[in-house]
């Protein structure tokens, strides 16, 4: 058990609709990242936030938006979503921005039908 | 760009057949590059983190050695319960004194008792 939490374990719902994801990173640590592993891509790296900031970008579509809130749990938010967005999303954490490891989330499958 | 290439895609082994399996990368300034274990379905398992050419790490029957173009994660005597996926991740600076990390596509190790 990392220590990172991530609800819910599985989502289904129907393309054009919206969802949010939620996660908790570890005890003490301030940064939040969000990643999406498909079949045929592999982990990509969506988003960082650090103490409630935003920090970089990756691969993250405009109908797709996160935040971290002053408890530092993060939110991932996707919009009119599409068959292809049917992937496994994982948070991770870490103490601070330049720190070694990031600690991964269980994830969160969805599927959009 | 980051790139990030595992090799192989996918390996059998019989219990006890050591091997090793390939990461080579293609980054600018890395600040470290890291190993996970995935289970399928579950989030990514911290393993190691090489940061200088030259570098070993063990941790039970896996060692992780460092070069400058390559990283290889040897497997000794391997059981049943080492089947995973394998991940390869470097690290490398992002701006805003921000770290990301671009992840190889993996090697599904299989072992067979």
């Known amino acids: 058990d990392s220590g990172v939490t991530q609800t819910p374990k599985h989502l289904i719902t129907a393309t054009g609709q919206r969802v949010t994801l939620r996660c908790s990173p570890r005890?003490?640590?301030?940064?939040v990242y969000w990643y999406q592993q498909s079949l045929d891509q592999g982990l990509q790296f969506l988003i960082q936030?650090?103490?409630?900031?935003?920090?970089a970008k990756g691969n993250i579509l405009e109908r797709f938006s996160a935040q971290q809130f002053p408890d530092l749990h993060s939110e991932l938010n996707l919009s009119s979503l599409e068959l292809g967005d049917s992937a496994l999303y994982f948070c991770?954490?870490?103490?601070?921005?330049?720190?070694?490891?990031?600690?991964f989330g269980p994830g969160t499958r969805l599927t959009v039908l | 760009e980051d790139q990030v290439t595992q090799s192989p895609e996918a390996l059998r082994l019989q219990e006890g057949e050591s091997s090793s399996l390939n990461c080579s990368y293609t980054?600018?300034?890395?600040?470290?590059l890291f190993w996970y274990r995935q289970d399928p379905g579950k989030g990514p398992e911290f393993l190691f983190t090489?940061?200088?050419a030259g570098e070993e790490k063990e941790k039970e029957r896996l060692k992780a050695t460092l070069t400058k173009k390559e990283s290889f994660l040897h497997i000794t005597a391997p059981k049943p319960e080492d089947s995973a996926t394998y991940l390869c991740?470097?690290?490398?600076?992002?701006?805003?004194?921000?770290?990301?990390?671009?992840f190889g596509k993996g090697t599904k190790l299989s072992v067979i008792p």
């Open positions: 991770a954490s870490s103490q601070e921005i330049a720190t070694d490891t990031q600690y």
């Open positions: 005890s003490g640590d301030l940064s």
């Open positions: 936030y650090y103490n409630g900031e935003e920090r």
């Open positions: 980054v600018s300034g890395l600040r470290g």
């Open positions: 090489l940061y200088s």
């Open positions: 991740a470097v690290q490398a600076y992002s701006g805003a004194g921000s770290y990301q990390l671009t």
